[in-house]
């Protein structure tokens, strides 16, 4: 059992349609990150989420945190091919000291 | 101005071989990280090193053993290469104190390994 359940695992729409992905855990965190990467590359931060019910925005995408800080959702508005790529949401364990990672969602945008 | 470089890029080599996978960081940053990306696109941290000290160590086979020489390195050997080791190998490094509070961990842009 992972620590992060992210969903769906692969998705696959048309260009100009939203979608949603959610990222879930039956722990608490101070806080939670979601990557985006690219074919051939590593991973990218989008954004880092610190606040319960918190709402970030980044041009069309739209990040949330739960208000009891155990999961988030990332939301893309109006998705274009160059959204295609594996979002991968990631939280800090103090326990560690390291970053625990999300089995990651695979989005592919057509055009 | 590549900020986490790693090489080579692509690895191809035979079971039973040691090879090894070289990562420099011009961040100056103090942690720096070796992480397995299997098939399935799971990325799970295999070690992690604070100022030249190990500071994590998953339950990682012995034949992988990384090497800091300073700071801005980290390199992993791998022993008697095996056909389960095939995956793509990421470097990362951040400051660890910011990482806990929030902060962001710069990857590699990858080692892809196959082992035949």
């Known amino acids: 059992t992972q620590l992060l359940e992210q969903s769906p695992q692969f998705l696959s729409i048309q260009e100009g349609e939203n979608l949603t992905v959610y990222c879930n855990s039956s722990?608490?965190?101070?806080?939670l990150q979601w990557y985006r990467q690219e074919p051939g590359e590593g991973p990218v931060l989008l954004v880092t989420?610190?606040?319960?019910?918190e709402v970030k925005k980044l041009k069309r995408l739209t990040f949330q945190f739960g208000d009891a800080r155990k999961d988030s959702s990332l939301h893309i508005t109006a998705a274009q091919p160059g959204d295609t790529g594996l979002y991968l949401c990631?939280?800090?364990?103090?326990?560690?000291?390291?970053?625990?990672f999300g089995a990651g969602t695979i989005l592919r945008v057509k055009s | 101005d590549t900020a986490v470089s790693q090489t080579p890029k692509y690895l191809v080599t035979q079971m039973g071989n040691d090879k090894s996978i070289k990562c420099e960081q011009n961040l100056g940053h103090d942690t720096m990280y070796w992480y397995k990306q299997d098939s399935k696109k799971f990325l799970k941290i295999m070690f992690s090193y604070n100022n030249k000290e190990l500071i994590i160590n998953e339950t990682v086979p012995n034949r992988f053993s990384p090497k800091s020489p300073d700071k801005a390195h980290l390199n992993l050997h791998i022993n008697s290469l095996e056909l389960g080791d095939s995956a793509v190998y990421f470097c990362?490094?951040?400051?660890?104190?910011?990482?806990?509070?929030?902060?962001?961990?710069?990857f590699g842009p990858g080692t892809r390994l196959t082992v035949l």
């Open positions: 990362a490094s951040s400051h660890l104190k910011r990482l806990a509070g929030g902060g962001e961990q710069f």
């Open positions: 990631a939280a800090f364990m103090e326990y560690g000291n390291k970053l625990v």
């Open positions: 989420v610190v606040t319960g019910g």
């Open positions: 722990s608490v965190f101070s806080s």
